[in-house]
């Protein structure tokens, strides 16, 4: 099983600040990575497929990047409705696994 | 537009069974595969099983491996989740996800709740 580990945990930052976030892959995945961001209380949306490719619908701000064990997400310019918590997620092999989550939170 | 929804939640006790079911609209149900993936308490998503277009095919985690069961009838454009031999550590809010050529999930419904307590 593929084991996706995402850090920080928490990362604390203020509107307007660019945030990267990581995850990093037990074994090599090529560049079969997605990653989800979700609302309190709300099913997981779909931001980015196969490591770089925006979901229809996300804002540029968004963008993924990364291969074979290490991939960052960045949001370049935080907005109030980014603070939430984000997902990645491997699709080489079954089982299809989720990474642990990162928390934006305001500073 | 294009829709899961997610029906069949409750609290049940450990052993029992449930099914859960989910609805598709919006789209052609019968092209896509389709994934439930759960989310405990406080947790991140894990993914629970997959079936194929055409019901053929389907995966799961180990961890339900055995236990529960996905099947769809692509003439009611529905999906469904047979789950028996409940345990606690299944409690979780399970949603269904469409699935895209690239096993991402980029439809989801608002999930179910699942609860097993004695």
């Known amino acids: 099983e593929v084991v996706l580990t995402q850090s920080p945990a928490t990362l604390s930052l203020s509107p307007g600040e660019r945030a990267a976030l990581s995850c990093r892959a037990s074994?090599?995945?090529?560049?079969?990575l997605a990653w989800y961001q979700q609302r309190p209380g709300q099913a997981p949306r779909l931001l980015i497929y196969?490591?770089?490719n925006r979901a229809t619908g996300i804002p540029a701000r968004f963008s993924g990047s990364g291969s074979g064990t290490d991939f960052t997400l960045t949001i370049s310019g935080l907005e109030a409705e980014d603070f939430v918590v984000y997902y990645c997620q491997q699709r080489l092999s079954w089982p299809l696994t989720f990474g642990g989550g990162t928390k934006v939170e305001i500073k | 537009q294009v829709q899961l929804v997610e029906s069949g939640g409750g609290v049940v006790q450990p052993a029992r069974s449930l099914r859960l079911s989910c609805a598709a609209s919006?789209?052609?149900?019968?092209?896509?595969?389709i994934h439930w993936v759960r989310q405990a308490p406080g947790k991140g998503p894990e993914w629970v099983t997959c079936?194929?277009?055409?019901?053929?095919?389907?995966f799961y985690a180990d961890s339900v491996k055995g236990r529960f069961t996905v099947s769809r009838d692509n003439s009611k454009n529905t999906l469904y989740l047979q789950m028996n031999s409940l345990r606690p550590e299944d409690t979780a809010v399970y949603y269904c996800a469409r699935g895209t050529t690239n096993h991402a999930f980029d439809i989801w419904g608002q999930g179910t709740t699942v609860t097993v307590s004695s």
């Open positions: 196969d490591t770089s």
């Open positions: 074994q090599n995945i090529k560049t079969y």
């Open positions: 919006g789209f052609t149900f019968s092209d896509f595969h």
């Open positions: 079936i194929s277009y055409d019901g053929s095919n389907q």
